[in-house]
């Protein structure tokens, strides 16, 4: 059954259209009737109208989405990864990986966005929607999307800091995230390589911390978690990636964990928990690395001078 929520805001449309309909027929229709709405906005719902079923419309657009954003995010890096001039910006550059391994990475990754993910995306619309989740256009100010998404980054941080470090308690890191850490030098195809308990765990962190939201204000559109997830995964592969440039984003915004954040605590097993943001490892002293630990040995020798000095 078409959207309601779609059909409420198309005006216009013909009662002719039937199942045999194509999309660029049900496009020509919106547009012919709808010139208030820009050419996405169009798009978008001829999409839902087109499609008749708004669980099956979302799901298949969230999956096709999720596979080019991630693969195609990650072929910059492989390619990266293949030519020695950028050899000087990995943060270990003694360790490339080779064809093998990015290709079973790619393989098991592929599997479990088949087996793990696509469940979880399937059931995101109805949950999401009973949740007040809206889909219909035209869409949010490019401002509330971005207040949106601000919010989602500093939730998600938080869940995925106190959840990652979780996993690192020895009977959880062995049986469950073990497996995030084969490579001790991460690549860009890595950032999803782990086993199915996590990827569900922190996967929470990442839709649910929008549901929260909306479940909460009433307030949350679609475009915008699409938008969001895109960010996320940019932001989880290029932690992964293992090269810090000097126009990468953390040289910019000193908050941001970025790629040698992220590369420390793959190449220590622990340490540097958050995803995206520096804050709670730096607040709750769980900063790795040498200058971290530095800091930490110079603090306890003052404290020990100081108590001496008593």
Known sequence: MASAMINSTIAGLTTGLNSTASYYTVFE?????????????????????WMQNDVLATG???????????????????????????????????KIPTWKEQWECAALVLLSHCTVEL????L???IATFFGMSYGVPFP???????????????????HYWFHRA?????????????????????????????????????????????????????LHLLTMYIWIVLRLFQAIDAHS????????????????GADHHDVHHEKFI????????????CLDTEAGEEASKKRREKKLAAIRAKKAQ
């Not at 709808?34 to 001829?46: D, G, I, P, Q, S």
């Not at 298949?60 to 990266?80: N, T």
């Open 29 to 49: 229709d919106v547009s012919a009737y709808n010139v208030h709405l820009n050419y996405a906005e169009r798009l978008w719902a001829a999409w839902y109208l």
């Open 60 to 94: 298949l657009m969230s999956f096709v989405m999720h596979e080019f954003v991630y693969f195609g995010r990650s072929l910059p890096w492989i390619i990266i990864d293949a030519i020695p001039y950028f050899n000087k910006y990995k943060l270990q550059n003694q």
């Open 119 to 122: 469940p979880q995306i399937w």
């Open 124 to 126: 995101f619309h109805p």
């Open 141 to 159: 100010s490019a401002w509330k999307m971005a207040m949106h998404i601000a919010i989602f980054f500093v939730m998600e941080d938080a869940w």
């Open 167 to 219: 996993l690192h308690y020895g009977p959880l890191y062995r049986s469950i995230h073990k497996l995030h850490h084969t490579y001790s030098a991460p690549f860009g195809l890595a950032a999803e390589y782990a086993s199915p308990i996590e990827v569900m765990l922190l996967g929470i962190g990442v839709i649910g911390s929008p549901i929260i939201w909306v479940s909460i204000t009433g307030d």
């Open 242 to 257: 293992g090269y810090d440039f000097p126009w990468s984003l953390r040289h910019f915004m000193p908050f941001w964990a």
């Open 271 to 282: 340490g540097n928990y958050a995803s995206s943001f520096r804050w709670w490892d730096y």
